[in-house]
C-alpha cells in the first residue's frame, strides 16, 4: 500500500518568514495530494490540493509543489501570520476507485510573533 | 460542516464493553471513512465505504466492525474496547475525485 513521509514533524518560525514542509510517497500510481490543516481541537480542513497533471498550484499565501519523478510534494506557506499556527497533513490518494487517502504523520506549525 | 456529524462527541468506557459511534452525512456522498488519530501517528484509516452495503479494511482495522446499510450513516463498533482503543476518531466523506470533508471528532477513553 502506499505509504506517505512527512517532514519536519514541528517547525518553528518568525512571523512574515515563509515555511516549508516536505512529503514524499512510494505509490507511483497515485494521483492527487491535498494538504489538511488541523487546528487545536478542530476537525482537518483541506487548505490545498494538487492532481498529478499539475507541477505547481498557488492560493493567495500558500502553494504546493509536485515532482512526479522523485515523488515528492511540499507545501510552501509565505509570509507566516500566527493563525497560521496549526498541525498540517500531507496526503497522497491511490489511483484505485476507492478514494483512499494515505495520510502523513503531521506537521506542528508555530508562528512566533 | 454542518454536513457531517458525530455522536457522541466524548465517551469514556471500560475495557470489553461494546462501543458504537456514530457517523452521519447529509450530502448524500458515496465514500464513508473512519480514522483514528493519535499523537505521533497522523490519521489512520480504519474502515472505508464506497457505497451502502459496501465496506472495506484500512490500515488498522482490528477489533472494529462497520456497517453501512444507508448511504447517509456509517457507525463504527468497538466490540470488545481494549485501552489501546483509546483515541481520536474521526468520521469523513467524499464525492468522486474530490476532498474529504472530516466530521468533529469524537474523542474516545477506554478505561
Known amino acids: 500500500g502506499e505509504n506517505v513521509e512527512q517532514h519536519p514533524s514541528t517547525l518553528s518560525v518568525q512571523e512574515g518568514d515563509s515555511a516549508v514542509i516536505k512529503c514524499t510517497y512510494s505509490?507511483?500510481?497515485?494521483?492527487?495530494f491535498p494538504w489538511y490543516k488541523q487546528e487545536l481541537g478542530k476537525r482537518p480542513q483541506l487548505i490545498i490540493d494538487?492532481?498529478?497533471?499539475?507541477g505547481e498550484k498557488k492560493d493567495q499565501r500558500i502553494a504546493v509543489t509536485l515532482n512526479k519523478t522523485a515523488k515528492h510534494f511540499s507545501l510552501h506557506i509565505t509570509e507566516t501570520q500566527p493563525e497560521d499556527s496549526a498541525v498540517y497533513f500531507c496526503?497522497?490518494?491511490?489511483?484505485?476507485?476507492?478514494?483512499?487517502?494515505?495520510f502523513g504523520t503531521g506537521t506542528k506549525l508555530q508562528v512566533i510573533p | 460542516d454542518a454536513g457531517i456529524t458525530q455522536s457522541p462527541r466524548y465517551k469514556i468506557t471500560e475495557t470489553g464493553r461494546q462501543v458504537t459511534l456514530m457517523c452521519h452525512q447529509t450530502?448524500?456522498?458515496?465514500?464513508m471513512f473512519w480514522y483514528r488519530q493519535d499523537l505521533g501517528h497522523g490519521l489512520r484509516l480504519i474502515y472505508y465505504?464506497?457505497?451502502?452495503?459496501?465496506?472495506d479494511k484500512g490500515e488498522v482495522p482490528d477489533g472494529y466492525v462497520v456497517s453501512r446499510s444507508k448511504t447517509e450513516n456509517f457507525p463504527l463498533t468497538l466490540e470488545s474496547a481494549t485501552r489501546s482503543q483509546t483515541s481520536v476518531y474521526f468520521c469523513?466523506?467524499?464525492?468522486?475525485?474530490?476532498?474529504?470533508?472530516f466530521g468533529p471528532g469524537t474523542r474516545l477513553t477506554v478505561l
Open positions: 465505504s464506497a457505497a451502502a452495503d459496501i465496506t
Open positions: 450530502w448524500s456522498h458515496s465514500y
Open positions: 469523513a466523506s467524499s464525492e468522486a475525485s474530490n476532498e474529504q470533508f
Open positions: 505509490d507511483s500510481a497515485s494521483n492527487y
Open positions: 494538487i492532481r498529478s497533471n499539475v
Open positions: 496526503a497522497a490518494r491511490d489511483s484505485g476507485g476507492y478514494q483512499k487517502v494515505t
